[in-house]
């Protein structure tokens, strides 16, 4: 008995067999993948980047299970007992993948309702993120400090989900105060002045500023400016640090919470400084 030969081992047609899977797997697998990067970079040229991903997943899961098929064929296994007992196993899924089912609907209707694609940035119960992925059973973020966050499409479709890049420019309302004394006409001057000069405010819209209100200790104004989505960031950055540099160059006051004592209607206002008189004269006795 020869003890390298192969055929005593196991039989001539399960060699070929074997052969047969291999060459369908060598054959079929990287054509399948050449069909989902075509499948995702044709949807995603003609209609966005979250088609592209999804046609891409359809794609190679189809093909899948068409090579595992054939492979099944070659290995003499028949799908009639498979398929009935996926019957029943199917009724007793059906019960226990009743989220999943939900999930999936929801994402369809993500799919055909675009409220965001891939690379939007978008905010969902305070959780902010860039969108990586809209998958049938969830949508994928990741988040600006790099964290992965995955959220079921049921709780995307059930909650107020806001697209923070969905057009093209966005406002920034920067909260400014000024004390009393100061002449609003002037301040206003100084704001617009330092929108125009500011590299990421736009003229078209013009900056605004609304008198908000009168505030315990200033006068409170909303100083309202647009920039290029992608800019608005660097227009948060830059907007306020200037505003504050202009006013300590023209004395603006930027007033903190204090409060006045009167002791009557024609009185002045009770000074601090006689307490830190009292005080000094104690230090001093």
């Known amino acids: 008995m020869d003890l390298f030969n192969i055929y005593n081992y196991i039989s001539e047609e ?14 079929s697998f990287p054509v399948l993948l050449l069909l989902r990067n075509w499948a995702r970079s044709f949807f995603t040229k003609k209609y966005a980047s979250h088609y592209g991903m999804l046609a891409g997943k359809v794609v190679f899961y189809t093909g899948l299970v068409i090579m595992i098929v054939m492979v099944m064929g070659q290995l003499g296994i028949s ?9 029943i196993v199917g009724v007793a899924l059906g019960f226990a993948s009743q ?30 993120g860039i969108v990586m992925s ?16 995955r959220i079921p499409n049921e709780t995307i479709i059930k909650t107020e989900v ?20 100061e002449d609003v006409g002037k301040v206003r ?45 660097f227009l948060k950055n830059t907007i306020q640090e200037e505003i ?28 601090i400084e006689i307490i830190n008189s009292v005080v000094q004269q104690e230090e001093a006795d």
């Open 14 to 27: 399960t060699v070929f067999q074997a052969v047969r899977v291999l060459l369908i797997i060598a054959i």
């Open 79 to 87: 799908l009639a007992p498979l398929l009935a007992g996926a019957g």
């Open 99 to 128: 989220t999943s089912v939900s999930n999936i609907i929801s994402g369809l209707f993500l799919i055909a309702e675009q409220p965001f694609k891939v690379d939007d940035i978008i905010n969902v119960n305070g959780t902010i």
């Open 134 to 149: 809209i998958d049938v059973l969830s949508v994928k973020l990741r988040t600006f400090d790099n964290m992965f966050v």
């Open 162 to 181: 806001i697209n923070l890049t969905r057009f093209p420019i966005r406002r920034f309302n920067a909260k400014v105060s000024v004390a009393y004394k």
């Open 189 to 233: 001057e100084i704001l617009m002045e330092v929108a125009e000069k500011n590299k990421y405010s736009l003229s078209e819209p013009e900056p605004q500023i609304i008198f908000e209100a009168f505030g315990t200790s200033s006068i409170d104004l909303d100083f309202r400016i647009w920039a290029p989505v992608n800019e608005w960031i």
């Open 244 to 271: 504050k540099k202009k006013f300590d160059e023209e004395s603006i006051e930027i007033p903190f919470p204090h409060v006045s004592l009167y002791a009557g209607q024609d009185t002045e206002a009770m000074p």
